[in-house]
């Protein structure tokens, strides 16, 4: 016997929820609003963690979403500290960790991502740090204030961003990666090339092509060891090593899971059990884009996905076909973009001057330009987005990408 009723419960406290709310609300959906989340803060955006909020340029009140004053004045109920531990998606029933037993009449399945553990000898060491939330970004850097040798593993945009913030903290940083360049398993091999540059220009010491075997202290960690024997000396060590779904609760529920890990959702993201959406890092959909089941872990993909379940609770149902958008800032050394369906294929077109830091890479597969990737002239990306979701075909036409006029294609 459920202790309450609500119109809608929304499980996770990350942009894609509160995304979902604001729509709802915005929307004008009847019935009270629940969002619930197990983090002290109101929904936040993460990527400040590993740039300004890690750099203390940004304070945690910058990081948020909305305040706390938000969501109350909107009639949107936000339960911080507060997990969902059961779904009962036949009662329709939810119980958090206050013992209270909630009714909802939609649910959204927003509860994003882990950090990827990595379980080597010495994992268990003192130093070694995680980055998904702020208190991780607290953690790091007070560590680093006093750590001379940072080492950073891993070559993704995490590992990537926290190694530029922390030079340009004036920190010592080391990366190791088992890509041969930072950032090309995303961007391809032209912008890893570039950011590989980038780093190493910077004072980033780059180990490419080499695997993390094991971590080595007596109590706290003081030496990362690589698959091929070097031994770098470290004071800390972050570890940039992927998120996995936070699937504990749809697993629990029964809902189906997919291919990738994530919540199984169809096209217009409902999970398989009726009336309840995914969206956000855990929701694997059937992508029309994409033809098939993909799960997206970017920002804005995340918010995206929290306003189309939102719209869909509304009584709007469609299929989900935003094109993916990422970005990512090493400090303020660079940013890129990047819009597309496929990481890094093999052919690349490039426009622009790559030494000189303005340039696009476009990615082209089956005659078909599926992803571009932008540093400093993003006056490209409208024209790439547009031809990669019409799925124009360009063959005999690439010259024109490199420099002719992209509104001709
Ligand atoms: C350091 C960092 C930097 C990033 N930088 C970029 C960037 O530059 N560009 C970009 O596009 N993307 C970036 N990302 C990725 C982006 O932030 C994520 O894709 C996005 O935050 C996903 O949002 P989400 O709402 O799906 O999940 P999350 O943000 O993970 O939120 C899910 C929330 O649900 C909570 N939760 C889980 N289970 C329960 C439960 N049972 N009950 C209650 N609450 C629960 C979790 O504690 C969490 O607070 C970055 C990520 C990180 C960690």
């Known amino acids: ?28 959906f009847g019935g009270q609003v629940l969002l619930v989340g197990r983090e002290p803060d109101p929904p936040y955006e993460r990527p400040p963690a590993s740039k300004g909020y890690l750099a203390g340029a940004q304070d945690r009140d910058a990081c948020l979403i909305h305040d706390a004053g938000w969501y109350a004045k909107r009639s949107i109920e936000l339960a911080t500290r507060t997990s969902v531990m059961r779904l ?19 649910a959204l399945i927003a509860t994003g991502a882990n950090v990827r553990r990595l379980r080597v000898d010495g994992a268990q060491l003192e130093g070694i740090h995680y980055l998904r939330a702020l208190g991780n970004a607290d953690a ?9 040798d940072i080492v950073l593993i ?3 945009y995490i590992a990537c961003e926290v190694a530029a913030t922390l030079t340009s903290l004036g920190r010592r940083c080391t990366m190791v990666m088992v890509e041969d360049a930072p950032l090309s398993t995303h961007f391809g091999a032209t912008a890893g090339g570039f950011f590989g540059a ?21 109590q706290r960690v003081e030496r990362v060891v690589t698959a091929s024997g070097r031994e770098i000396a470290a004071d800390m060590v972050v570890m940039g090593t992927g998120a996995m779904p936070d699937v504990m609760l749809a697993r629990a529920a029964k809902l189906e899971l997919g291919e990738t890990g994530g919540v199984a959702c169809s096209a217009d993201l409902e999970t398989s059990a009726r009336g309840v959406w995914a969206a956000g890092d855990v929701c694997e959909y ?37 094109l993916p958008y990422f970005w990512t800032d090493l400090s303020d050394w660079a940013t890129a973009e990047w819009v597309g369906i496929t990481e890094a294929p093999e052919r690349e077109v490039v426009r622009g001057d790559v030494d000189g830091g303005a340039f696009s890479v476009f990615h082209l597969a089956g005659g078909r330009m599926v992803a571009a990737l932008s540093v400093g002239r993003g006056g490209d990306l ?28």
């Open 1 to 28: 016997m459920a202790d309450r009723e609500v119109g809608a419960l929304i499980v996770g406290g990350g942009v894609a929820g509160a995304a979902c709310a604001e729509a709802l609300h915005e929307g004008e």
């Open 88 to 106: 009962d998606t036949a009662a329709r029933e939810a119980t958090l960790s206050t013992k209270e037993v909630v009714e909802y009449g939609v």
């Open 140 to 148: 790091i850097r007070a560590h680093a204030e006093e750590a001379g």
């Open 154 to 156: 891993g070559g993704s």
């Open 198 to 218: 980038l780093l190493r220009e910077r004072g980033v010491e780059l180990v490419c092509g080499d695997a993390l075997e094991r971590l080595e202290g007596s």
């Open 286 to 322: 059937d992508s029309v884009l994409h033809g098939g089941p993909v799960r997206i872990e970017h920002f804005e993909v995340a918010r995206a996905q929290g306003r189309a379940a939102a719209a869909a609770m509304l009584g709007t149902r469609r299929p989900y076909e935003e």
């Open 382 to 409: 409208p024209h790439a987005q547009r031809l990669i979701a019409a799925g124009t075909e360009l063959s005999g036409r690439e010259a024109a990408l490199v420099d002719g006029d992209p509104d001709a294609l």
